[in-house]
């Protein structure tokens, strides 16, 4: 990569430049594979417990590379944060889970789950425009605002910009907020009263070792009952084993998401009762 007068440590080292000539390229790629229809959305239930029903489903991305196959998003969302391309992907991953949701809703009605929850990043929820991007998706797509739920990450709530107000803009619509990998950042009790929030979604890290009874069971214990105190809903992520679902079910949690009920897919089984917990 050229070197920019004034810039003489960002480029200092070789090792970063190459670095950054690989982003710079990927951030390229990126942009010619949103425009050539390379991104799919993958979908993993949220299931409520005990009854096992699919009560909402967790729009994840993919990029589906012509030769390097199926791209997961660690790979690729952190540069299309710094490229500033994740507004545009972002806002195709909303649309197309919004149109997905709509075509599940006439197919199943009833049994259909009763909400979208699509990842909103840092810079997406800065942009003063977001809450009317997301109002217009809606409108086009004719998907009721209740039926959306966006997940934001403490990070992104105290991104600066207009998150704040993005986010009591999008609740007067009717969308819910999420608070994703909750228990994970720096103050996230904090959050609670200074941002509108309805979901926290529990971190993987707490639920892995909630079999344990060490500190995190203490610490998932203690997250379901700021939860259910505040009047919010908790979901429990990375539910991995049939010991994990009872032991999250006796500290009182009711919503579930993890590989033990079903990995993001592209057609996710939506109307089987998942295995349950053993009450
Ligand atoms: P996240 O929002 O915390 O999503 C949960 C991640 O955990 C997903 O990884 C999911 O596939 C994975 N997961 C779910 N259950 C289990 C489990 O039982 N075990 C294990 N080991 N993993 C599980 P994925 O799909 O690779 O996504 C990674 C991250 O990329 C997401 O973390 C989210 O931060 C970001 N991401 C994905 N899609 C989007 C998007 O459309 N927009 C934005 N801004 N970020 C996205
Ligand atoms: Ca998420
Ligand atoms: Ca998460
Ligand atoms: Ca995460």
Redesign the pocket.
Known sequence: AAKKTGEPYRHWSPVLDERDGENARLGAELQAALHAGQFRV?Y?PIVAVPEGRVVAV????RWQHPQRGLI???RF?PVAEQTGL?VDL?AW?LRAACEQMVRWRAQHGADAPDRMS????AR?LARPQFPDAVAAILTTTGLPPTCLTV?VTETAVFGGGHAVAALHRLRALGVRIAL??FGTGHSSLGLLHTVPVDVLKVD?SFVDRVTEAGRHAVIAKALIQVSDGLGLSAVA????TAEQADALYALGYRLL????YG??APSPDLLTLHPTVRV
Do not use: F, W
């Not at 967790?58 to 991305?61: H, R």
């Not at 998401?257 to 033990?260: I, R, T």
């Open positions: 993958h993993q967790e729009a994840l991305v997961e998003p660690a969302i994740i972002g991953v699509v990842n909103v990043s997406q997940e994703d990998d993987k992520e990375g539910v991995e998401q993890g590989y033990y990995r993001p």
